[in-house]
């Protein structure tokens, strides 16, 4: 496949180097330095554009590939707002699009883990839940994409929590995630049950990119020839 790099970071370039490593090669690549190259002529020869970019950027790009019928795998997080209006568009207009929070596929599996959990703890009401997330200081966003993935799969299944919030808190039906930065972490989440007696906990620490950046590739190559809007939960059949 030929891929369009939306967003050249860190995480862009260990997408780079997984896809060329897979045998596609990369048409196109975007940044903050090049923005106006996002367009329906640059695009034509694209297959599929990987985008990792800002919040602030990421909606126009994906309509920018939308425009030029471009298939594009987003892993943007904190522009959520806008997500019910992207799937609808993309709908409509017979698009494709994929969007993840995190392509790692042990994550994915670690969403359904804690999504069985919350639905086993629902009825006894005398463990506290609570979460922490640690990535590392460049991290854009907080608290992350992963973990308010991971929030709503708590308060979807557990009736004892109705929202969350990015601190500390005494509320009955607020679920606390706690955000730490710090230099070189690609990233780490725990769910913590708490009793008086014993406590219950599940975590996910990513060792690399490595594993993000892969899922992404897996997600074009899936993506390639589809039309529709699509998450890992299609992908992975979960």
């Known amino acids: 496949m030929n891929i369009a790099l939306i967003g050249y970071g860190k995480m ?3 997408i780079e180097t997984i896809a060329i490593e897979r045998g596609h090669t990369i048409g196109l690549k975007i940044d903050a330095s090049n923005q106006d190259e996002l367009n329906k002529e640059n695009l034509s020869s694209i297959d599929v554009a990987i985008e990792f970019s800002t919040p602030q950027t990421a909606y126009q790009n ?3 590939c939308f425009e030029s019928q471009t298939p594009i795998v987003v892993g943007t997080t904190a522009w959520l707002n806008k997500l019910k209006e992207i799937k609808a568009k993309c709908e409509n207009e017979n698009q494709a699009f994929f ?3 995190n392509f790692s596929v042990g994550v994915n599996i ?3 883990l804690n999504k069985k959990l919350a639905q086993l703890m629902n009825n006894h009401k005398q463990y506290k839940v609570s979460m922490e997330e640690e990535h590392h200081t460049e ?5 992350s994409g992963t973990a308010i993935t991971l929030a709503e799969g708590i308060i979807e299944n557990n009736s004892n929590k109705s929202s969350w919030i990015n601190t500390t808190s005494e509320q009955r039906e607020e679920l606390p995630i706690i955000s730490l ?3 070189g972490v690609p990233g780490t989440h725990t769910i913590k049950y708490d009793s008086e007696v014993d406590f219950i906990e599940i975590k ?3 060792h690399s990119r490595k594993g993000f950046a892969e899922g992404a590739v897996l ?3 899936w993506l390639k020839d589809k039309k529709g809007f699509f998450t890992m939960s299609d992908m992975l059949a979960l």
Do not use: C, M, T, V
């Not at 991290?139 to 608290?143: A, E, V």
């Open 99 to 101: 969007y993840a929070s």
């Open 62 to 64: 994906i309509l920018k």
């Open 12 to 14: 862009g370039k260990a």
């Open 219 to 221: 997600a074009a190559e």
């Open 110 to 112: 670690f969403f359904e």
């Open 181 to 183: 930065r710090n230099p």
């Open 139 to 143: 991290k854009l966003d907080s608290p």
């Open 204 to 206: 996910h620490q990513a």
